[in-house]
């Protein structure tokens, strides 16, 4: 199983300096940081190159092992083994924020504030209606920082929703414009836009579910934010395994355990 | 609309009196070898019936005691088959937390008499069915069966009266170092033998080892145990949930919360 994995490189130290097993996505020029790897992802697409259909493709950031403590051995590994029966293969970091929030975009509401409501509004827009507030997303739909490879049918589904967010921000101004590209604290002033965009994949993994989607586990090397939780991450893993349980089947009981844990864990924070 | 065929096992006359209507009567007024519990009535019937069941069609035979462990009506189990979707099998496993703090029905069985592992092994081993070490197995609320509580299409039933027959034969002409841990009483109200205990958890056997489609109807508002375990219901919700996304994704970090809960469990006992 193929995979052709690209580092965004930005500068010249990261073009010249790559992880191993990946290869460079010249974006030395950085004309539009304003919206981080999006920008170079999305040209790539957009160019309409010419891909091995059945190969996987990722765009990763230079921190990804980092991150993850995974690597390109890992990503080839994992295809070799399941990658027949996959479409999308994740590699997102951060497994607290994986398990401990409904979805990616309750998740991103919880540390930039205005975001769920920006992204629905833009949903609404663009005459997308799925209600953010009511998905459930387990470690098989969270994706973050644009972790993961995908083969190209794939790709070209997210492009169609990444020009429609791109249409919008470059667009006339709009108060729905305005609301996308207003910069949080995050990162230099990143723009809000910066977090739906990394949202996107996610968004298609629910809204469009014929696609086969697995997971590299992400407890394996987990970059846990709290000396408790690497002592004992178990309410992490028992709050996704309830997702991902409820995802399955709708059991109310799945949804007020997971209600528990959480309250447990970040008090009145969640909803 | 699927065809449903459900059977209530009628023992004796007064069961017979005060079958719930819609249920079709599996006679078993004889009541012989009642050793075997309801194994023996659903064996003969499927016996007698083979080749003449309808192939797209749902059969369940139930014990009288269905409707008060489980909470649901001959018309509620009908419905959640018929909802079912395109599923071989439908389960409707009361006892919850017996289903849920286990890592499958045979270390269940296990904990409550000692050496039946040992027993099913040994039979296996004899009968020549290859199965992964029973303590390996991890099972959850989509392949827990207790009571032989399920609804099935006849392509299940045969191959669930091929493991029966197989046990049954070595229950009642098998070699003795087979036959006896097997056929050896239990503690259970009756002193009922251990081969009854085993043949109620081939159902979840088949279900572990082969890709049937299964779906289970809501086995957390059926009736928990009579035991300690149901004291902590949400332990017993996220156990099955972290037992699901161990078959699923495999990640070894979900048994090992497995582990954790149950040891919750255990110490705050």
């Known amino acids: ?271 | 609309m699927t065809a449903v065929h459900l059977h209530q096992i009628a023992y004796s006359p007064e069961v017979l009196a005060r079958v719930e209507p819609g249920y079709a009567v599996l006679d078993h007024l004889a009541n012989e070898r009642s050793d075997w519990y309801e194994l023996f009535p659903i064996r003969r019937h499927l016996h007698a019936q083979a080749g003449a069941l309808d192939e797209n069609a749902f059969y369940g035979f139930f014990s009288p005691k269905f409707g008060a462990k489980t909470g649901l009506s001959h018309a509620a189990a009908v419905a959640e088959i018929q909802a079912a979707g395109d599923v071989d099998v439908v389960l409707f496993s009361p006892q919850p937390d017996m289903g849920a703090f286990f890592l499958n029905v045979f270390e269940q069985g296990e904990t409550f008499d000692p050496g039946f592992i040992a027993a099913v092994e040994g039979w296996l081993a004899h009968a020549g069915l290859a199965v992964p070490p029973l303590r390996s197995l991890v099972m959850d609320t989509r392949t827990t069966v207790f009571s032989n509580y399920f609804a099935a299409r006849p392509a299940f039933w045969r191959e669930w009266l091929r493991w029966q027959d197989a046990l049954f034969d070595a229950c009642e002409h098998g070699p003795e170092a087979v036959r006896g841990p097997l056929t050896q009483g239990t503690t259970y109200p009756g002193a009922a033998q251990r081969k009854v205990f085993v043949q109620e958890r081939l159902a979840s056997l088949l279900l572990t080892l082969q890709p049937w489609r299964t779906h289970a109807a809501n086995p957390f508002r059926m009736g928990w145990s009579a035991t300690r375990f149901r004291e902590h219901p949400e332990l017993a919700i996220m156990s099955d949930a972290l037992k699901r996304a161990h078959r699923d994704l495999g990640f070894p970090c979900y048994l090992k919360a497995f582990g954790a809960l149950r040891q919750r469990f255990t110490q705050g006992s």
């Open chain 1, 1 to 271: 199983m193929t995979a052709h994995l690209y580092q965004v490189a930005y500068t010249e130290a990261t073009f010249t300096n790559l992880m191993p097993g990946f290869q460079p996505l010249d974006n030395r020029a950085n004309l539009r940081p304003d919206w981080f790897e999006f920008d170079p992802i999305r040209r790539f697409w957009a160019a309409a190159p010419a891909v091995d259909e059945n190969a996987f493709y990722g765009f990763f950031s230079p921190k990804f092992t980092d991150k993850t403590g995974h690597t390109a051995d890992t990503i080839h590994a994992r295809l070799a083994q399941q990658g027949e029966q996959l479409d999308v293969l994740l590699l997102s970091p951060f497994p607290n924020q994986i398990a401990f929030f409904t979805n990616v975009f309750e998740q991103g509401e919880f540390f930039h504030r205005g975001l769920m409501g920006a992204t629905q509004r833009w949903l609404a827009a663009v005459g997308l209606d799925p209600a953010l507030a009511s998905l459930w997303m387990d470690v098989r739909q969270t994706v973050f920082s644009n972790y993961f490879v995908a083969r190209p049918a794939f790709w070209r589904e997210w492009l169609v929703l990444a020009d429609k967010l791109w249409n919008v921000c470059e667009g006339p101004s709009t108060p729905l414009q305005v609301e996308l590209t207003a910069n949080t604290a995050y990162l230099q002033q990143a723009q809000l836009k910066v977090f739906l965009q990394e949202r996107l994949a996610s968004l298609l993994l629910v809204m469009q579910p014929r696609w086969r989607s697995g997971a590299v586990d992400p407890y394996l090397h987990g970059r846990w934010p709290t000396e408790a939780l690497r002592a004992d991450p178990t309410d992490a893993i028992v709050s996704d395994a309830l997702k991902h349980a409820l995802r399955q089947q709708p059991w109310q009981e799945f949804v007020n355990a997971f209600g528990i844990v959480r309250q447990r864990v970040l008090g009145g924070a969640g909803k």
